[in-house]
């Protein structure tokens, strides 16, 4: 994968730093350690994992958690930590205060994210989800209180959104669901190459993720894919989670944005390629 000095410098931090971001310093692009992905087990449906779309539809509408035993509270506080504290804080910290902005929950599920985030004031808020279900009964039980808010199906690896129509994208656990799927890659490529079409320039890709455990391995080279061109600043560990404010820079014109995209996918698919043969070794070691 190329790594261009002009690549990294872009990257530098142009916003404030607060709750202790720091600088993403100038890197060269290094792969994602590899994603040892479960298996999925012939598309029965009691074997259904995070990585199907499915899983998520009978999550949601059932209860049903199905192969996992996770504790998280889906009409609670969710994946990974409530609005309250750091989320909060730098949503403020972004948006300047300013309460008119437009708001982009991707794969917003049913827990308390988006009513907190309407609640707090910023009523141009729109929510999308690949679940049916999640999307269905988020707007019935909201109508009422979150009269201006918008809630849609969608897939944000292709989103049904016009270009530079949002200034933040709030992303909490999204990204990280994408990149348990198969093609984790290509699909994570394609899901931020659509963050980045719909953001307004300056405009903010606010990331909560696990990271897991390690965003500088994990999460940090699939953000700096050589078709995205995002100032970075991260947190430290907030407790199981790290926040990612990612603003969107000037884009290159269309001849150099495709070339960058082709240079991007060409290298995604490449590793999943990878970890796929890496997979089938390891199954086939298993089976000797
Ligand atoms: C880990 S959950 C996070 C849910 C919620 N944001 C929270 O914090 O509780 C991942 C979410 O991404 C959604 N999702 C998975 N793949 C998606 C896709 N391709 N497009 C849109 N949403 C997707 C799932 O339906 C699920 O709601």
Same mark, same amino acid.
């Given at each position: 994968?190329?790594?261009?000095?002009?690549?990294?410098?872009?990257?530098?931090?142009?916003?404030?730093?607060?709750?202790?971001?720091?600088?993403?310093?100038?890197? &060269?692009?290094?792969?994602?350690?590899? +994603? =040892? *992905?479960? %298996?999925? /087990?012939?598309?029965?449906?009691?074997?259904?994992?995070?990585?199907?779309?499915?899983?998520?539809?009978?999550?949601?509408?059932?209860?049903?958690?199905?192969?996992?035993?996770?504790?998280?509270?889906?009409?609670?506080?969710?994946?990974?930590?409530?609005?309250?504290?750091?989320?909060?804080?730098?949503?403020?910290?972004?948006?300047?205060?300013?309460?008119?902005?437009?708001?982009?929950?991707?794969?917003?599920?049913?827990?308390?994210?988006?009513?907190?985030?309407?609640?707090?004031?910023? &009523?141009?808020?729109?929510?999308?989800? +690949? =679940? *049916?279900? %999640?999307? /269905?009964?988020?707007?019935?039980?909201?109508?009422?209180?979150?009269?201006?808010?918008?809630?849609?199906?969608?897939?944000?690896?292709?989103?049904?959104?016009?270009?530079?129509?949002?200034?933040?994208?709030?992303?909490?656990?999204?990204?990280?669901?994408?990149?348990?799927?198969?093609?984790?890659?290509?699909?994570?490529?394609?899901?931020?190459?659509?963050?980045?079409?719909?953001?307004?320039?300056?405009?903010?890709?606010?990331?909560?993720?696990?990271?897991?455990?390690?965003?500088?391995?994990?999460?940090?080279?699939?953000?700096?894919?050589?078709?995205?061109?995002?100032?970075?600043?991260?947190?430290?560990?907030?407790?199981?989670?790290?926040?990612?404010?990612?603003?969107?820079?000037?884009?290159?014109?269309?001849?150099?944005?495709?070339?960058?995209?082709?240079?991007?996918?060409?290298?995604?698919?490449?590793?999943?390629?990878?970890?796929?043969?890496?997979?089938?070794?390891?199954?086939?070691?298993?089976?000797?």
């Amino acid at each position: 994968m190329p790594t261009t000095s002009a690549m990294s410098q872009r990257r530098r931090l142009t916003i404030g730093l607060w709750l202790g971001l720091v600088l993403v310093s100038p890197r &060269t692009f290094t792969a994602p350690g590899r +994603i =040892s *992905r479960q %298996a999925k /087990a012939g598309g029965t449906d009691p074997m259904l994992s995070y990585q199907d779309e499915e899983y998520w539809e009978r999550r949601y509408s059932t209860g049903d958690k199905g192969v996992h035993s996770d504790i998280i509270d889906d009409r609670g506080v969710g994946w990974l930590c409530s609005y309250a504290g750091p989320v909060q804080e730098t949503l403020n910290a972004i948006t300047g205060g300013d309460r008119s902005k437009v708001l982009l929950n991707i794969g917003c599920g049913m827990d308390q994210l988006s009513p907190d985030i309407y609640k707090d004031g910023y &009523t141009n808020l729109l929510s999308s989800d +690949i =679940s *049916r279900h %999640a999307i /269905a009964e988020m707007a019935k039980q909201t109508a009422e209180e979150m009269p201006l808010a918008k809630w849609f199906v969608d897939d944000v690896t292709r989103m049904n959104l016009p270009d530079e129509s949002v200034d933040v994208v709030v992303d909490k656990g999204t990204l990280d669901a994408v990149l348990i799927q198969s093609e984790p890659f290509l699909l994570a490529a394609r899901m931020l190459k659509e963050v980045q079409r719909v953001l307004k320039e300056g405009g903010i890709y606010f990331l909560i993720t696990h990271g897991r455990g390690d965003p500088d391995t994990w999460r940090l080279p699939v953000l700096t894919l050589p078709h995205l061109s995002f100032n970075i600043a991260k947190t430290p560990d907030m407790g199981g989670y790290f926040i990612f404010v990612c603003t969107k820079l000037p884009q290159p014109d269309a001849a150099a944005a495709a070339a960058q995209w082709d240079e991007a996918e060409a290298w995604a698919k490449k590793r999943d390629e990878e970890d796929r043969e890496a997979e089938y070794a390891a199954v086939d070691e298993i089976g000797q």
